[in-house]
């Protein structure tokens, strides 16, 4: 099936042929579907504080933090696009003519560009795109009195301009200030400043960035960097990834062969956000901070981010400390029946741990290496707020291949929809995954824990794209906060909603949330 020039490109990519046989054989048989068993709740999965908990665990956080090496890591890849998906529509109908005026007042929807035109002095680029347009001769206000909308969104969209549709999301202009507007990664800096910060004030904060935009990322990055250190007294240490070639995944056509392109190369694609586990599992942090570059606000909304990332990393280090002291007795051996029910009344009240149904026939060193061998695992604490609608992976109870039940964040992708009862029990979820994460990854002796052990490969996903006019078969690899870390340790921790503020259209930039 390969040639010669094909074992070069996996040599060059560092994929062995295994690894490419194995994903074939996910095109051929498909992916099972998730197992539901029910939806995780407040009363049953998912963790809620009262007010003077939250107190706690955000003194907790501030007292114990600097004794950790604390990491925010920031998935920032990939061009931002799809934000304007709107705009690009519209471009391709609108004439400036009265048939393009009516189509202009035709849709005035939210995501419109009628309502992006509208208020287009709000947004944080506005005085950025006025100053481009004025190189190239052009006054903004004299186009949107002469409704020469179609110059404005070329100016804005294109290289010629600010080429926003061809930038990441992280180099975009998000928040308006009195004095000065900022692109999504300051918003993150300013974020880190905050709870993130070691000993000595060091601030350490990870992005993966797309190859092609990495020279640009650390030429503004390093632009900006500098008032931010002034204005907080910290020192950033800042790092930088671009996902692994080795975790692209190999495309097939519609009968399962390799999809060849026109010059008969075997067409490869990324993995998806799961490939993002190898960059996760070469970072050196203890405590680690996950968060999408878009999910952020303005500084007048975000006390309520930094207590919730105060509560969600002093209840990781809560947690996590019990569980080292747990481990050590486990690995003792001599331990009393008493503490060893102690141990698991822990693991499956506070960590959500379901021993198996025959766990009472097991002898007592079963059970010691079964609680041993849950408890020694890699941490994480995920924010979930309440869902109002929002797309977004949800926190269920799931049972695996081998009947074991966990809880787990499911995409919608990885649920059999038309069997009456897993819909039911998907449409019954409460709460939303907002990427919100806070995790331990060393494990008791201080040792960095191979995150790669811990993926269930049988969570992938196949989609159907198109090249050169022909349809393919993509497969994407476990998500990386589904299947990537679907062995993990996983704690639900709600949130308020204020906590998640994506910005998945550029509209969403004129929500109250980032204009405050």
């Not at 070639?245 to 495309?251: C, E, G, K, M, R």
């Not at 998806?272 to 586990?277: E, T």
Request: net charge negative.
């Amino acid at each position: 099936m390969f040639t010669q020039n094909d074992q070069k490109l996996f040599q060059a990519k560092g994929i062995d042929i295994d690894t490419i046989e194995q994903q074939i054989d996910n095109f051929k048989s498909g992916f099972p579907y998730i197992e539901l068993v029910a939806p995780a709740k407040v009363e049953n999965g998912i963790k809620s504080f009262i007010e003077l908990e939250i107190e706690k665990l955000q003194s907790f956080y501030d007292k114990n933090s600097e004794d950790y090496e604390i990491l925010k890591f920031v998935p920032a890849s990939g061009a931002a696009s799809r934000m304007f998906k709107q705009l690009f529509e519209f471009q391709e109908k609108y004439t400036k003519t009265e048939t393009g005026k009516k189509l202009f007042e035709a849709d005035k929807g939210f995501n419109s560009a009628y309502n992006f035109i509208t208020n287009i002095k709000k947004f944080a680029f506005y005085e950025d795109l006025t100053r481009v347009l004025a190189e190239h001769d052009f006054d903004i206000k004299s186009l949107l009195k002469e409704a020469d909308y179609g110059t404005i969104i070329e100016y804005l969209l294109e290289d010629k301009g600010l080429g926003y549709a061809n930038l990441p999301k992280a180099l975009l202009k998000f928040h308006n200030y009195d004095d000065e507007a900022r692109m999504a990664l300051e918003e993150h800096l300013v974020e880190g400043a905050e709870y993130c910060q070691n000993t000595d004030g060091r601030v350490a904060i990870h992005f993966t960035v797309s190859p092609e935009h990495a020279d640009r990322f650390i030429e503004e990055i390093n632009i900006v960097k500098g008032k931010y250190e002034s204005l907080f007294d910290v020192i950033y240490e800042l790092t930088f990834s671009i996902q692994k070639s080795s975790t692209d995944t190999i495309a097939v056509d519609m009968h399962n062969k390799p999809f060849r392109d026109e010059k008969d190369e075997i067409v490869f694609r990324p993995g998806g956000h799961g490939a993002l586990i190898e960059n996760l599992n070469d970072r050196e942090g203890e405590v680690i901070f996950i968060k999408n570059i878009d999910n952020i606000v303005p500084d007048s909304l975000k006390p309520v981010t930094y207590k919730f990332k105060r509560v969600l990393g002093g209840y990781l280090m809560e947690l996590r400390d019990k569980v080292f002291g747990f481990i050590e007795k486990l690995e003792e051996g001599n331990i009393s029946d008493n503490e060893l029910k102690k141990i698991l009344i822990f693991a499956k009240e506070k960590l959500f741990i379901k021993p198996p149904h025959d766990y009472e026939e097991l002898s007592k060193m079963e059970k010691i290496d079964f609680l041993f061998t849950k408890l020694n695992r890699p941490i994480r604490i995920c924010g979930m707020v309440k869902n109002e609608g929002e797309p977004g992976g949800g926190p269920f109870w799931v049972k695996n291949s081998e009947g074991e039940i966990s809880l787990q964040i499911v995409e919608s992708s990885q649920i059999d929809l038309n069997n009456p009862e897993q819909k039911e029990i998907f449409a019954k979820s409460t709460h939303f995954n907002p990427v919100d994460l806070v995790c331990c990854v060393r494990d008791y002796k201080g040792d960095q824990f191979d995150l790669r052990d811990f993926i269930d490969p049988s969570t992938g996903f196949i989609s159907i794209k198109s090249k050169d006019g022909r349809d393919l078969k993509a497969q994407e690899l476990p998500g990386l906060w589904n299947g990537a870390m679907a062995d993990w340790t996983t704690v639900f921790v709600e949130e308020p909603i204020l906590t998640f503020n994506p910005v998945k259209t550029v509209n969403d930039l004129l929500r109250k949330e980032h204009q405050a």
